[in-house]
């Protein structure tokens, strides 16, 4: 990711293959770590990804303000990002949205998300969920201040996912090809494994088959025949 | 909502997004009260939503009777509209549709849809279920007559949303954009809730948040990403 | 029904709607009693119904002969068309298909398909289901001769659909446009009472109920409306 | 199958019908056993099936080895292809997916996929679950050596279909055409026998069923009728 406007193209692809694959609606949002400046990232402002365009995309210091503010309104959760990005150094890439598939497993504490296919062995061995009531109370459920996002960003801890009760899921990663993979998985095993569940004897994906699993699903021939796949799809 | 015309090429809209997102299938349809007459309401002829342009817009009383008569045919069950529009004058726009997701709630005594995701906080805290059979018997199940109508809106009281017993519902709201985003998500929220039921021990929205939320989800800046989206989606 | 030309029109865009709302896939026909000739019937040769041209339509007698018989392939469940329209003088139009929804209520001894929704009164009260091992033991299950069709008719009685067990189902109906709004409906009822049945305490139409509602959906505003937006949808 | 180049061609068009279809996503393959020489086999290099043109196309041996090695990146799990072709000298075709409706099949030792209807009778009468941790312990579950390919091939031993746990499943056939036909119904079926296990009771085809329609479905006015619909749907 050395170049800063190959990334900045790559993260409008990025939002067109999540939208264009149903994992994002109307709302949800995909940033990126700046490329030369890790204490700034880079997002669209207030639009749905299916619109998103490089004239979108605005800078951002991890305080969530900002670099060269206009009058564009700003999505209003870009704390989770922020706050991500200054509790793991390692992040590179996240993407938060309200997937359908994964909303379940948010809400019903009978149920948890694990990786039951190779493919989304990427989405690792634990799921936390965080429930903003559990701290903040009644609230409206969004991560407006960054006390809420840190409050996230501990729940997240190491992970790749955290699920968010009643609203959605963060899901982070090392780059934004990976990010946009983990998302489309998480969805895919969220799905697959509510269909299963009800016959239960369920095999899951053991330990070291995850790790195993997800070198691979990241490896260099696997992610770009799939990133040609979805891109193209996406009409970019 | 100030400018008439302006008011009705968004009613057309709304139209079209509520077939493009599948709300709406042959059937359904969606009114606005007059702007500048409370005692009117505006609603196309008779024709599905997908199809649905400023021409076929018509006029109404609130006694459902067009304000200029003419050949065209029109909606058998405008005495949803023109009896909610007396009933409630802070209604503005109201949609009737036979959404797939939600007709199971209308017909199992044993389902009770509740807001689950903060995005479906709109829908409201209670939504009853009225059933023509209670006080009409046996009939082909639409609300033909303006005492039909008057008892679809007493069941609806003060809530945004009246399920109707083997047939659909109707969503009130204080603007077209709001009422198209409450049918959305109330389909979403419907969705979901089955696909969680069987696994139990869920998580609602408390009161306080429902309030907080669909606050939030109707702001400006939440309204005006989400309609921008759908009207693009459904090439408007 | 009058102009023979205009009919068969009206037969590919029969076809093209049940291919383009789902109903049917690679297989599937649709045809009409010859509007002139009582004892003729009008089907494509075999083709996908999403691709069937006015060309492709052929006359059969109700022995299922084409009348000019030429070098194209014909359907072989035309027993299913011949032996109905005989046992059936009311009958003037037949869609055979194996919708997905339908085929579970067709294996499992403990469905019964019951219309739950107003819009798919017009099924009908009583929806048998006919096994062809019954009569016929092992076979390729398909309706290829007289025989078979004659034993398929009469397990149709005097009802205006049958269940055919693994294989799909046989809709009749007055009219083109009556066949066509019957088999979409009875595909979307299968599928929301499959999703109502496991909560129980389901209130299904009642007879009288039934009664009104298919009146009301075969009416003419009500059937115009259906098949502009259907037609228009299926690019036709 | 004896030009070599309609051979080629009609690859082409199955992979792009089973992308179309929802059978195969950034993931999956499709081989042939080469018409002429049968102890190499054609497939694409490393690319989506949806993307893959003729120029894609590359002749392997039973090893798996490229004939003409270039810089193109290859498929990892060749020895799916190379040692079932090896172990099945019948087998002309090979179709290698990871299924959304297929994979719960793979988990759940509670799920045993059997063909319900007839059109899927051709995926036949029993369907065995390979694991590849049963011998290999664990490992990033894919078939990427000619010893788990062999492994794979036992399990499948004289069956049409072999599942693979976590994974996905692998199909064969004695021509594209059968093995397109083969891989989709299978997927159908699958869909289809999870809506209906819930409520028991179920009439699965017979054995004997199973071979007569399997005989219908691949003669040559069924395939034919569904292969130009398959084709035209996906573009080619």
């Given at each position: 990711m050395s170049n800063p406007d190959d990334c900045?193209?790559?993260?409008?692809?990025?939002?067109?293959?999540?939208?264009?694959?149903?994992?994002?609606?109307?709302?949800?949002?995909v940033s990126m770590r700046h490329p030369d400046q890790p204490d700034r990232f880079i997002m669209s402002c207030s639009?749905?990804?299916?619109?998103?365009t490089l004239d979108d995309l605005m800078e951002f210091d991890l305080d969530c303000n900002p670099v060269a503010p206009d009058d564009r309104r700003l999505y209003g959760e870009r704390p989770i990002h922020g706050a991500i990005y200054k509790a793991?150094?390692?992040?590179?890439a996240i993407v938060h949205n309200h997937s359908h598939d994964v909303l379940p497993y948010?809400?019903?504490?009978?149920?948890?998300?694990?990786?039951?296919?190779?493919?989304?062995?990427c989405?690792?061995?634990?799921?936390?969920?965080?429930?903003?009531?559990?701290?903040?109370?009644?609230t409206n459920l969004l991560v407006l201040t960054m006390d809420h996002g840190r409050d996230l960003a501990q729940r997240l801890g190491s992970n790749a996912v955290v699920l968010m009760r009643g609203h959605g899921?963060?899901?982070?990663?090392?780059?934004?090809?990976?990010?946009?993979?983990?998302?489309?998985?998480l969805t895919v095993n969220a799905k697959l494994q509510l269909a299963t569940l009800p016959y239960g004897d369920i095999t899951f994906l053991s330990?070291?088959?995850?790790?195993?699993?997800?070198?691979?699903?990241?490896?260099?021939v696997s992610m770009s025949r799939a990133w040609e796949y979805w891109a193209r799809r996406s009409g970019m």
């Open positions: 900045r193209a790559k993260l409008v692809v990025a939002n067109r293959i999540l939208a264009h694959e149903n994992v994002m609606d109307a709302y949800g949002h639009r749905s990804p299916e619109l998103v793991r150094p390692d992040v590179q948010t809400v019903s504490r009978n149920l948890a998300l694990r990786p039951m296919i190779h493919s989304a062995a989405i690792g061995h634990e799921l936390p969920v965080w429930d903003i009531r559990s701290r903040f109370g009644d899921c963060t899901v982070v990663a090392d780059t934004i090809e990976q990010v946009v993979m983990r998302t489309i998985y330990e070291r088959e995850i790790e195993l699993s997800s070198e691979l699903h990241f490896s260099s």
